[in-house]
């Protein structure tokens, strides 16, 4: 079974639109077990665009993680830690967990 682990997110300043590799690369710094893992996904950070390939951090702001169930404990070590995203920091709130249906992993 699979779930999503969905990480608030804060920052001083606005980051890349284009961010996903920097992301990607932010969190396996953060925790090895992100590049480590097989069927570990990670969605883009939601926010606003601004302008300029810059996206603004709202309140709703989050990054979703997609895992298999037994590696939840392991991702969880992500909450509270400042990460990079490229030249930016961001910080990772705590996650909400949501569960995955039939429907979703069709994607």
Known sequence: MYLDLEFPVTSTSAINADHGYHLYAGLSQALS??????GIGVHPIRG????NRMLELMPWSGIRIRTPQEKVGDLIALSGQSISVGPHKIRLGVPNLHALGVQDMEM
Request: hydrophobic share 20%; glycine share 10%; net charge neutral.
């Open 33 to 38: 077990t992100v590049h480590s893992e097989n």
């Open 48 to 51: 606003r665009q601004i302008g």
